[in-house]
Protein backbone atom coordinates (compact mmCIF):
# COMPACT_ATOMS: atom_id res chain seq x y z
CA UNK A 1 0.00 0.00 0.00
CA UNK A 2 1.45 3.40 -0.96
CA UNK A 3 1.40 5.57 1.65
CA UNK A 4 1.30 9.88 1.45
CA UNK A 5 3.63 11.47 -0.89
CA UNK A 6 6.09 13.39 1.29
CA UNK A 7 6.13 17.20 1.18
CA UNK A 8 9.48 17.71 2.33
CA UNK A 9 12.06 16.77 4.62
CA UNK A 10 11.63 14.40 7.47
CA UNK A 11 12.73 14.80 11.03
CA UNK A 12 15.88 12.83 10.23
CA UNK A 13 16.60 14.50 7.30
CA UNK A 14 16.78 17.59 8.72
CA UNK A 15 18.99 16.16 11.74
CA UNK A 16 21.33 14.95 9.46
CA UNK A 17 21.79 18.21 7.51
CA UNK A 18 22.29 20.15 11.36
CA UNK A 19 24.75 17.59 11.80
CA UNK A 20 27.01 18.39 8.43
CA UNK A 21 26.90 21.68 9.33
CA UNK A 22 27.78 21.72 12.81
CA UNK A 23 30.64 18.80 12.70
CA UNK A 24 31.48 20.73 9.16
CA UNK A 25 32.06 23.93 11.64
CA UNK A 26 34.05 22.68 14.31
CA UNK A 27 36.37 20.61 11.51
CA UNK A 28 36.43 24.17 9.48
CA UNK A 29 37.59 26.14 13.10
CA UNK A 30 40.58 23.48 13.46
CA UNK A 31 41.60 22.62 10.17
CA UNK A 32 45.34 22.82 9.36
CA UNK A 33 45.47 25.74 7.55
CA UNK A 34 49.12 25.25 5.49
CA UNK A 35 51.54 22.66 3.79
CA UNK A 36 51.59 19.09 5.48
CA UNK A 37 54.11 16.25 5.41
CA UNK A 38 53.95 12.40 3.92
CA UNK A 39 50.73 11.20 2.31
CA UNK A 40 48.97 14.29 3.77
CA UNK A 41 51.75 16.94 1.98
CA UNK A 42 51.20 14.72 -1.60
CA UNK A 43 47.18 15.04 -1.14
CA UNK A 44 47.94 19.05 -1.44
CA UNK A 45 49.98 19.22 -4.59
CA UNK A 46 48.99 15.61 -6.58
CA UNK A 47 45.12 16.87 -7.34
CA UNK A 48 46.19 20.27 -8.19
CA UNK A 49 49.09 19.18 -10.76
CA UNK A 50 46.64 16.32 -11.85
CA UNK A 51 49.56 13.75 -10.95
CA UNK A 52 48.92 10.10 -10.43
CA UNK A 53 49.50 9.55 -6.39
CA UNK A 54 51.76 6.91 -4.66
CA UNK A 55 49.79 2.60 -5.03
CA UNK A 56 46.83 2.80 -5.73
CA UNK A 57 47.00 5.66 -7.15
CA UNK A 58 43.46 7.43 -6.18
CA UNK A 59 41.94 8.22 -9.06
CA UNK A 60 38.33 9.41 -7.75
CA UNK A 61 40.41 11.54 -5.15
CA UNK A 62 42.97 13.06 -7.65
CA UNK A 63 39.75 14.24 -9.78
CA UNK A 64 37.68 15.54 -7.06
CA UNK A 65 41.11 17.21 -5.75
CA UNK A 66 41.34 18.52 -9.09
CA UNK A 67 38.23 20.19 -9.28
CA UNK A 68 37.69 21.37 -5.94
CA UNK A 69 41.07 22.68 -6.45
CA UNK A 70 39.49 26.16 -8.81
CA UNK A 71 37.94 27.14 -4.85
CA UNK A 72 39.29 30.38 -4.84
CA UNK A 73 39.34 30.11 -1.00
CA UNK A 74 43.23 30.72 0.59
CA UNK A 75 46.07 28.37 -0.17
CA UNK A 76 45.77 25.37 -2.59
CA UNK A 77 47.11 23.26 0.66
CA UNK A 78 44.17 25.00 2.79
CA UNK A 79 41.38 24.00 0.16
CA UNK A 80 42.53 20.29 -0.13
CA UNK A 81 42.34 20.09 4.11
CA UNK A 82 38.74 21.93 3.33
CA UNK A 83 37.98 19.11 0.76
CA UNK A 84 38.57 16.67 3.37
CA UNK A 85 36.80 18.68 6.43
CA UNK A 86 33.49 18.54 4.22
CA UNK A 87 33.49 14.59 3.13
CA UNK A 88 33.42 13.70 7.16
CA UNK A 89 30.94 16.30 8.04
CA UNK A 90 28.99 14.83 4.75
CA UNK A 91 29.74 11.50 6.31
CA UNK A 92 28.20 12.24 9.59
CA UNK A 93 25.04 13.20 8.34
CA UNK A 94 24.65 10.05 5.81
CA UNK A 95 25.80 7.84 9.44
CA UNK A 96 22.36 9.90 10.98
CA UNK A 97 20.57 8.50 8.07
CA UNK A 98 21.53 5.45 8.33
CA UNK A 99 21.00 5.57 11.97
CA UNK A 100 17.38 6.85 11.33
CA UNK A 101 16.53 3.76 8.95
CA UNK A 102 17.29 1.86 12.22
CA UNK A 103 14.52 2.99 13.92
CA UNK A 104 16.59 5.54 15.91
CA UNK A 105 14.92 9.01 16.51
CA UNK A 106 16.99 12.01 15.56
CA UNK A 107 18.17 13.31 18.70
CA UNK A 108 19.89 10.38 19.39
CA UNK A 109 20.96 9.85 15.81
CA UNK A 110 22.77 13.63 16.02
CA UNK A 111 24.48 12.88 19.85
CA UNK A 112 25.83 9.81 18.72
CA UNK A 113 26.93 10.78 15.10
CA UNK A 114 28.91 14.11 17.79
CA UNK A 115 30.26 11.81 19.67
CA UNK A 116 31.70 10.00 16.32
CA UNK A 117 33.11 13.19 15.36
CA UNK A 118 34.80 13.36 18.37
CA UNK A 119 36.99 10.40 18.18
CA UNK A 120 40.30 11.73 17.54
CA UNK A 121 41.19 9.98 14.31
CA UNK A 122 37.91 11.00 12.82
CA UNK A 123 38.91 14.16 13.85
CA UNK A 124 42.30 13.62 12.50
CA UNK A 125 41.41 12.80 9.07
CA UNK A 126 38.73 15.63 8.79
CA UNK A 127 41.67 18.08 9.51
CA UNK A 128 44.39 17.47 6.70
CA UNK A 129 44.50 16.37 3.27
CA UNK A 130 44.05 12.56 2.76
CA UNK A 131 41.95 10.43 0.87
CA UNK A 132 40.23 8.50 3.88
CA UNK A 133 37.76 11.25 4.65
CA UNK A 134 36.28 10.31 1.57
CA UNK A 135 36.42 7.13 1.62
CA UNK A 136 34.37 7.23 5.05
CA UNK A 137 32.16 8.84 2.66
CA UNK A 138 31.18 6.57 0.03
CA UNK A 139 31.34 3.76 2.43
CA UNK A 140 28.55 5.67 4.60
CA UNK A 141 26.33 6.22 1.43
CA UNK A 142 27.01 2.56 0.40
CA UNK A 143 25.62 1.35 3.63
CA UNK A 144 22.97 3.28 3.72
CA UNK A 145 21.99 2.60 0.19
CA UNK A 146 21.87 -0.97 1.20
CA UNK A 147 19.92 -0.37 4.16
CA UNK A 148 17.22 1.12 1.33
CA UNK A 149 17.40 -1.35 -0.94
CA UNK A 150 16.77 -3.85 1.80
CA UNK A 151 13.44 -2.40 2.98
CA UNK A 152 12.10 -0.43 0.24
CA UNK A 153 13.63 -2.58 -2.98
CA UNK A 154 13.48 0.38 -5.19
CA UNK A 155 15.67 -1.09 -8.02
CA UNK A 156 17.51 2.59 -8.15
CA UNK A 157 18.92 2.05 -4.34
CA UNK A 158 20.73 -1.03 -5.62
CA UNK A 159 21.91 0.40 -9.14
CA UNK A 160 23.15 3.79 -7.15
CA UNK A 161 25.02 1.06 -3.73
CA UNK A 162 26.49 -0.25 -7.21
CA UNK A 163 27.86 2.80 -8.44
CA UNK A 164 28.98 3.87 -5.34
CA UNK A 165 30.99 0.46 -4.49
CA UNK A 166 32.22 0.84 -8.01
CA UNK A 167 33.50 4.48 -6.95
CA UNK A 168 34.53 3.70 -3.43
CA UNK A 169 36.82 0.93 -5.19
CA UNK A 170 38.31 3.48 -7.63
CA UNK A 171 39.19 5.72 -4.56
CA UNK A 172 40.66 3.09 -1.93
CA UNK A 173 41.40 -0.47 -2.25
CA UNK A 174 40.62 -0.73 1.25
CA UNK A 175 36.87 -1.06 -0.55
CA UNK A 176 37.64 -4.76 -0.71
CA UNK A 177 37.07 -5.25 2.80
CA UNK A 178 33.65 -3.53 2.76
CA UNK A 179 31.84 -3.92 -0.86
CA UNK A 180 31.75 -7.87 -1.32
CA UNK A 181 29.87 -8.51 2.25
CA UNK A 182 27.44 -5.29 1.53
CA UNK A 183 27.17 -7.17 -1.93
CA UNK A 184 26.02 -10.41 0.26
CA UNK A 185 23.90 -8.73 2.28
CA UNK A 186 22.28 -6.87 -0.79
CA UNK A 187 21.94 -10.39 -2.45
CA UNK A 188 20.63 -12.30 0.52
CA UNK A 189 18.04 -9.30 1.66
CA UNK A 190 16.83 -8.69 -1.92
CA UNK A 191 17.14 -12.33 -3.18
CA UNK A 192 13.30 -12.68 -3.94
CA UNK A 193 13.45 -9.54 -5.95
CA UNK A 194 16.42 -10.60 -7.62
CA UNK A 195 14.85 -13.49 -8.61
CA UNK A 196 11.62 -11.83 -9.98
CA UNK A 197 13.72 -9.35 -11.81
CA UNK A 198 17.04 -10.60 -12.79
CA UNK A 199 17.48 -8.22 -15.15
CA UNK A 200 18.73 -5.84 -12.08
CA UNK A 201 22.24 -7.86 -11.59
CA UNK A 202 23.39 -7.24 -14.73
CA UNK A 203 22.63 -3.06 -14.63
CA UNK A 204 24.02 -2.92 -10.88
CA UNK A 205 27.24 -4.60 -12.13
CA UNK A 206 27.09 -2.28 -15.15
CA UNK A 207 26.48 0.71 -12.63
CA UNK A 208 30.10 -0.74 -10.30
CA UNK A 209 32.28 -1.10 -13.59
CA UNK A 210 31.71 2.51 -14.33
CA UNK A 211 32.76 3.65 -11.02
CA UNK A 212 35.68 1.56 -11.26
CA UNK A 213 36.17 2.88 -14.83
CA UNK A 214 38.14 6.02 -13.29
CA UNK A 215 40.88 3.97 -13.21
CA UNK A 216 41.29 4.67 -16.48
CA UNK A 217 42.84 8.20 -15.79
CA UNK A 218 45.89 6.79 -14.20
CA UNK A 219 47.25 5.86 -18.15
CA UNK A 220 45.51 8.39 -19.86
CA UNK A 221 47.73 10.70 -17.50
CA UNK A 222 50.68 8.48 -18.05
CA UNK A 223 50.58 9.09 -21.57
CA UNK A 224 51.20 12.53 -21.59
CA UNK A 225 54.71 12.31 -19.77
CA UNK A 226 57.06 12.61 -18.60
CA UNK A 227 57.67 9.31 -20.17
CA UNK A 228 61.02 8.58 -16.82
CA UNK A 229 58.09 9.57 -14.36
CA UNK A 230 54.83 7.61 -15.75
CA UNK A 231 56.09 5.59 -18.49
CA UNK A 232 55.67 2.19 -16.86
CA UNK A 233 51.85 2.76 -16.29
CA UNK A 234 51.40 2.45 -19.37
CA UNK A 235 52.65 -1.51 -19.57
CA UNK A 236 50.19 -3.75 -18.39
CA UNK A 237 52.42 -4.82 -15.48
CA UNK A 238 53.82 -1.36 -14.31
CA UNK A 239 49.82 -0.37 -13.65
CA UNK A 240 48.47 -3.63 -12.25
CA UNK A 241 51.59 -2.75 -9.67
CA UNK A 242 50.87 0.55 -8.82
CA UNK A 243 46.90 0.24 -8.49
CA UNK A 244 46.99 -3.54 -7.00
CA UNK A 245 49.51 -2.25 -3.98
CA UNK A 246 51.86 -4.82 -4.80
CA UNK A 247 54.75 -3.01 -2.93
CA UNK A 248 52.78 -3.07 0.51
CA UNK A 249 52.26 -6.93 0.27
CA UNK A 250 55.37 -7.69 2.27
CA UNK A 251 53.74 -6.09 5.31
CA UNK A 252 50.73 -8.20 4.95
CA UNK A 253 49.76 -11.81 7.17
CA UNK A 254 45.63 -11.82 6.51
CA UNK A 255 45.86 -15.02 5.14
CA UNK A 256 48.98 -16.53 6.99
CA UNK A 257 48.95 -18.38 10.52
CA UNK A 258 50.99 -15.84 11.72
CA UNK A 259 47.90 -12.96 11.04
CA UNK A 260 45.50 -15.19 12.99
CA UNK A 261 47.97 -15.58 15.82
CA UNK A 262 48.77 -11.46 15.52
CA UNK A 263 44.92 -10.75 15.73
CA UNK A 264 44.56 -13.08 18.63
CA UNK A 265 47.68 -11.42 20.56
CA UNK A 266 46.68 -8.39 19.61
CA UNK A 267 42.88 -8.10 20.91
CA UNK A 268 43.73 -6.62 24.50
CA UNK A 269 45.69 -3.75 23.44
CA UNK A 270 43.27 -3.17 20.48
CA UNK A 271 40.51 -3.50 23.07
CA UNK A 272 42.20 -0.65 25.61
CA UNK A 273 42.91 1.34 22.28
CA UNK A 274 39.07 1.20 21.69
CA UNK A 275 38.37 2.32 25.16
CA UNK A 276 40.64 5.19 24.92
CA UNK A 277 38.92 6.84 21.88
CA UNK A 278 35.39 5.54 23.57
CA UNK A 279 34.31 5.88 26.98
CA UNK A 280 33.73 2.26 28.32
CA UNK A 281 30.14 2.38 28.72
CA UNK A 282 29.94 3.16 25.09
CA UNK A 283 31.47 0.22 24.19
CA UNK A 284 28.69 -1.37 26.61
CA UNK A 285 26.29 -0.10 24.89
CA UNK A 286 27.57 -0.26 21.10
CA UNK A 287 27.52 -4.83 22.46
CA UNK A 288 24.07 -4.10 23.72
CA UNK A 289 23.01 -1.76 20.11
CA UNK A 290 24.64 -4.96 18.15
CA UNK A 291 22.42 -7.43 20.46
CA UNK A 292 19.10 -5.27 19.52
CA UNK A 293 20.00 -4.81 15.92
CA UNK A 294 20.81 -8.58 16.03
CA UNK A 295 17.28 -9.48 17.17
CA UNK A 296 15.33 -6.96 14.74
CA UNK A 297 17.45 -7.51 11.88
CA UNK A 298 19.49 -9.67 11.50
CA UNK A 299 21.19 -10.05 8.44
CA UNK A 300 22.56 -6.37 9.02
CA UNK A 301 23.53 -6.97 12.62
CA UNK A 302 25.83 -9.70 11.05
CA UNK A 303 27.18 -7.06 8.44
CA UNK A 304 27.91 -5.19 11.04
CA UNK A 305 29.90 -8.12 12.91
CA UNK A 306 31.45 -8.99 9.63
CA UNK A 307 32.70 -5.44 8.66
CA UNK A 308 34.18 -4.58 12.50
CA UNK A 309 36.08 -7.83 12.47
CA UNK A 310 37.20 -7.81 9.22
CA UNK A 311 38.58 -4.16 9.41
CA UNK A 312 40.07 -4.71 13.29
CA UNK A 313 42.07 -7.74 11.32
CA UNK A 314 43.46 -5.35 8.68
CA UNK A 315 44.76 -3.21 10.62
CA UNK A 316 46.50 -5.37 13.49
CA UNK A 317 48.05 -7.80 10.61
CA UNK A 318 49.00 -4.51 7.97
CA UNK A 319 51.85 -2.57 9.82
CA UNK A 320 49.34 -2.34 13.35
CA UNK A 321 49.34 1.30 14.15
CA UNK A 322 47.38 2.98 11.44
CA UNK A 323 44.53 4.16 13.59
CA UNK A 324 42.62 5.52 10.06
CA UNK A 325 42.14 2.14 9.04
CA UNK A 326 39.52 1.72 11.82
CA UNK A 327 37.80 4.35 10.69
CA UNK A 328 34.63 1.92 9.84
CA UNK A 329 34.60 -0.23 12.55
CA UNK A 330 34.29 3.05 14.89
CA UNK A 331 31.28 4.35 12.92
CA UNK A 332 29.44 0.80 13.14
CA UNK A 333 30.41 1.23 17.12
CA UNK A 334 28.61 4.34 17.03
CA UNK A 335 25.69 3.27 15.06
CA UNK A 336 25.02 0.44 17.62
CA UNK A 337 25.22 2.79 20.22
CA UNK A 338 22.49 4.83 19.38
CA UNK A 339 20.31 1.82 18.77
CA UNK A 340 20.89 0.29 22.22
CA UNK A 341 20.16 4.62 23.46
CA UNK A 342 17.09 4.29 21.76
CA UNK A 343 15.98 0.68 22.60
CA UNK A 344 16.80 1.96 26.64
CA UNK A 345 14.57 5.05 26.15
CA UNK A 346 11.97 2.95 24.49
CA UNK A 347 11.90 0.28 27.39
CA UNK A 348 12.27 3.25 29.89
CA UNK A 349 9.17 4.81 28.45
CA UNK A 350 7.19 1.37 28.63
CA UNK A 351 8.00 1.10 32.26
CA UNK A 352 6.77 4.18 32.81
CA UNK A 353 3.90 3.49 31.32
CA UNK A 354 3.01 0.96 33.20
CA UNK A 355 4.12 2.59 36.30
CA UNK A 356 0.68 4.85 36.29
CA UNK A 357 -1.52 5.44 38.91
CA UNK A 358 -4.21 2.80 39.77
CA UNK A 359 -7.23 3.45 37.16
CA UNK A 360 -5.28 6.09 34.62
CA UNK A 361 -6.06 4.94 31.49
CA UNK A 362 -2.37 3.81 30.06
CA UNK A 363 -2.12 5.31 27.15
CA UNK A 364 -2.82 8.48 29.09
CA UNK A 365 -0.14 7.83 30.96
CA UNK A 366 2.17 7.18 27.70
CA UNK A 367 0.87 10.81 26.53
CA UNK A 368 2.08 12.09 29.78
CA UNK A 369 5.51 10.34 30.00
CA UNK A 370 6.88 9.47 26.73
CA UNK A 371 8.46 13.12 25.40
CA UNK A 372 9.59 13.93 28.97
CA UNK A 373 11.68 10.54 29.06
CA UNK A 374 13.14 10.71 25.07
CA UNK A 375 13.66 14.48 25.29
CA UNK A 376 15.80 14.26 28.53
CA UNK A 377 17.52 11.21 27.71
CA UNK A 378 18.41 12.90 24.18
CA UNK A 379 19.43 16.22 25.55
CA UNK A 380 22.01 14.29 28.12
CA UNK A 381 23.57 12.67 25.31
CA UNK A 382 23.76 15.91 23.03
CA UNK A 383 25.63 17.45 26.28
CA UNK A 384 27.72 14.38 26.53
CA UNK A 385 28.79 14.89 23.03
CA UNK A 386 29.39 18.85 23.17
CA UNK A 387 31.46 17.68 26.34
CA UNK A 388 33.44 15.29 24.13
CA UNK A 389 33.60 18.12 21.34
CA UNK A 390 34.90 20.88 24.49
CA UNK A 391 37.10 18.02 25.55
CA UNK A 392 39.16 16.94 22.43
CA UNK A 393 39.42 20.58 21.25
CA UNK A 394 42.44 21.36 22.71
CA UNK A 395 44.39 18.15 21.15
CA UNK A 396 42.35 17.93 17.88
CA UNK A 397 42.88 21.74 16.92
CA UNK A 398 45.23 22.23 14.43
CA UNK A 399 44.20 25.94 13.48
CA UNK A 400 47.44 26.73 14.46
CA UNK A 401 49.89 24.29 13.39
CA UNK A 402 52.28 25.75 10.80
CA UNK A 403 55.05 23.08 11.48
CA UNK A 404 54.91 22.18 7.55
CA UNK A 405 55.56 26.24 6.66
CA UNK A 406 58.38 26.36 9.53
CA UNK A 407 60.04 22.92 8.17
CA UNK A 408 59.85 24.32 4.66
CA UNK A 409 60.84 27.51 5.35
CA UNK A 410 64.23 26.11 7.27
CA UNK A 411 65.35 24.18 4.45
CA UNK A 412 64.52 26.31 2.01
CA UNK A 413 66.79 29.17 3.89
CA UNK A 414 69.85 26.48 4.22
CA UNK A 415 70.24 25.67 0.53
CA UNK A 416 72.34 27.93 -1.67
CA UNK A 417 71.09 28.64 -4.78
CA UNK A 418 71.18 25.85 -7.61
CA UNK A 419 71.27 23.41 -4.77
CA UNK A 420 70.34 19.81 -4.99
CA UNK A 421 68.72 17.80 -2.33
CA UNK A 422 68.23 14.65 -2.00
CA UNK A 423 65.27 13.78 0.58
CA UNK A 424 63.00 11.05 1.42
CA UNK A 425 58.75 10.77 1.48
CA UNK A 426 57.78 12.37 4.26
CA UNK A 427 59.89 15.70 4.15
CA UNK A 428 59.54 15.94 0.17
CA UNK A 429 56.20 16.42 -0.25
CA UNK A 430 55.99 19.77 1.67
CA UNK A 431 59.20 20.63 -0.44
CA UNK A 432 57.76 19.43 -3.54
CA UNK A 433 54.53 21.60 -2.62
CA UNK A 434 56.51 24.98 -2.59
CA UNK A 435 58.67 24.53 -4.66
CA UNK A 436 56.14 22.59 -7.66
CA UNK A 437 53.11 24.35 -6.65
CA UNK A 438 53.48 28.02 -5.17
CA UNK A 439 56.80 28.19 -7.48
CA UNK A 440 59.47 28.92 -4.60
CA UNK A 441 62.94 28.17 -4.80
CA UNK A 442 62.80 27.34 -8.57
CA UNK A 443 66.48 27.33 -8.82
CA UNK A 444 66.55 24.22 -6.73
CA UNK A 445 66.45 20.28 -7.85
CA UNK A 446 64.46 18.20 -4.84
CA UNK A 447 64.70 14.80 -5.19
CA UNK A 448 63.62 11.55 -3.81
CA UNK A 449 66.79 9.50 -2.43
CA UNK A 450 65.01 6.58 -3.43
CA UNK A 451 64.22 6.80 -6.54
CA UNK A 452 65.81 10.31 -8.22
CA UNK A 453 63.24 9.68 -11.41
CA UNK A 454 60.04 10.10 -9.40
CA UNK A 455 59.86 13.62 -9.69
CA UNK A 456 57.90 16.95 -8.48
CA UNK A 457 58.23 18.85 -11.06
CA UNK A 458 61.62 18.79 -12.94
CA UNK A 459 63.00 17.24 -15.52
CA UNK A 460 66.08 15.11 -14.25
CA UNK A 461 66.48 11.81 -14.81
CA UNK A 462 70.78 11.14 -14.83
CA UNK A 463 72.76 9.84 -12.08
CA UNK A 464 73.64 11.73 -8.34
CA UNK A 465 77.44 11.04 -8.88
CA UNK A 466 76.86 13.34 -12.16
CA UNK A 467 74.82 16.09 -9.82
CA UNK A 468 77.33 15.86 -7.37
CA UNK A 469 80.06 16.33 -9.13
CA UNK A 470 78.07 19.39 -11.04
CA UNK A 471 76.39 21.33 -8.09
CA UNK A 472 76.12 21.38 -4.64
CA UNK A 473 74.27 18.95 -3.21
CA UNK A 474 72.85 17.90 0.06
CA UNK A 475 71.22 14.87 1.73
CA UNK A 476 68.55 14.89 4.09
CA UNK A 477 67.55 11.35 5.50
CA UNK A 478 65.78 9.49 8.19
CA UNK A 479 67.77 6.92 9.33
CA UNK A 480 71.55 6.28 9.98
CA UNK A 481 71.92 3.20 7.19
CA UNK A 482 70.80 5.80 4.57
CA UNK A 483 73.43 8.41 5.32
CA UNK A 484 75.81 4.99 5.00
CA UNK A 485 74.96 4.10 1.90
CA UNK A 486 75.83 7.22 0.34
CA UNK A 487 78.77 7.55 2.74
CA UNK A 488 80.32 5.00 1.01
CA UNK A 489 80.65 6.65 -2.75
CA UNK A 490 80.79 10.30 -1.22
CA UNK A 491 82.02 12.37 1.60
CA UNK A 492 79.18 13.90 4.20
CA UNK A 493 79.67 17.14 5.89
CA UNK A 494 77.07 17.91 8.71
CA UNK A 495 75.72 21.46 7.69
CA UNK A 496 72.24 21.66 10.37
CA UNK A 497 70.10 19.25 12.00
CA UNK A 498 66.91 19.76 11.35
CA UNK A 499 63.66 18.09 13.15
CA UNK A 500 61.98 16.19 10.62
CA UNK A 501 59.25 14.15 10.19
CA UNK A 502 58.77 10.10 9.85
CA UNK A 503 55.02 8.47 9.33
CA UNK A 504 53.51 11.44 10.76
CA UNK A 505 51.88 14.94 9.73
CA UNK A 506 54.20 16.39 11.67
CA UNK A 507 58.47 16.49 12.81
CA UNK A 508 58.80 14.54 15.50
CA UNK A 509 63.07 13.06 14.87
CA UNK A 510 66.28 15.14 14.52
CA UNK A 511 68.34 14.49 11.55
CA UNK A 512 71.16 16.31 10.08
CA UNK A 513 71.32 17.91 6.59
CA UNK A 514 74.32 16.79 5.05
CA UNK A 515 76.11 18.20 2.13
CA UNK A 516 77.38 15.47 -0.51
CA UNK A 517 80.76 16.03 -1.67
CA UNK A 518 83.56 13.53 -4.38
CA UNK A 519 85.64 11.35 -2.49
CA UNK A 520 88.68 13.52 -1.48
CA UNK A 521 87.24 16.83 -1.09
CA UNK A 522 88.51 19.83 0.72
CA UNK A 523 86.25 20.35 3.69
CA UNK A 524 85.11 24.15 3.48
CA UNK A 525 82.88 25.99 5.53
CA UNK A 526 79.31 24.72 5.93
CA UNK A 527 76.31 27.54 4.56
CA UNK A 528 73.81 28.57 6.87
Excluded at 132 to 137: E, G, I, N, S
Excluded at 144 to 155: E, N, T, V
Excluded at 357 to 375: C, D, H, N, Q, T
Excluded at 503 to 520: E, K
Aim: proline residues 6%; aromatic residues 10%; hydrophobic residues 55%.
Amino acid sequence: MTGPARTGPTAIQRSAVAVTLVTGAIYVATLLPGVSFGDWGEMQSIPYQLGVAHPTGYPLAVLLGKLWSFLPIGSVAYRANLLSAVEMSLALGVVVLVMGRLGVRPLVAVSLAIVLAAVPTVWAAATTARVDALHVLLVTLLLHRALCWAQDRRPRDLVLAALLAGLALANHLLTLMVAPFVALYVVWVGRHELIRRPVLVPVAALAGVAGLALYIFIPIRASFGPSWVYGQLLTTDGFWYLVSGAMFRGHMQFLSPAGLANFAARAGPLLGLTAARWHPLLLAAAALGWGVTLRRNPAFAVLEAVLVTVGVYFYVNYYGDLEHYLLLPWLIIAVCCAVAFEALIAWGTRALDGAGSEGEPASRASRARRLPVGAIAGAALLAFAGLGVGLGWHANDLSHDDRGQAFVDEVFATLPRDAVLLTYWDAIEPLWYAHCVEGRRPDLLILASSNIATQGCQDFHGAIATLVAERQTYALLPFDQDYAGLSGSFQLQPVKSLLVPYGHPYPDIRRDLVQVLPLGSRVGRAPG
